[in-house]
């Protein structure tokens, strides 16, 4: 989410813009949504809380804004019968 608020000047996806083009001059007084989307990438310890929060059936939610947009990164835990048993790592290349 942080690369599509806050792209780099070489990416594909601007077309041919001068890599040293400023787009949009952001507001010094406003939070860096990108950069505060990044810092919560980044951080390990914060994805275990969130772990931590949806195992224990409760919801998460995150959200910044830069004074003119808001954005938001929720989940909802969902409750599944066989989570107890469920193993991601499974071969089920041969399963029928």
């Known amino acids: 989410m942080a690369g599509l608020v806050d792209p780099g000047p070489d990416t594909k996806w601007l077309g041919a813009s001068p890599s040293n083009a400023v787009l949009v ?4 007084n406003s939070p860096d949504v990108a950069q505060t989307l990044r810092d919560w990438a980044d951080n390990a310890s914060l994805h275990d809380a969130v772990i931590a929060t949806l195992a224990g059936r409760d919801p998460f939610h995150l959200y910044t804004n830069d004074g003119y947009t808001g954005f938001t990164l929720s989940g909802l835990p969902v409750p599944i019968a066989f989570a107890a048993d469920w193993d991601p790592f499974a071969d ?3 399963a029928a």
Not at 25 to 28: G, I, K, L
């Open 92 to 94: 089920v290349s041969t």
């Open 25 to 28: 001059q952001p507001d010094p």
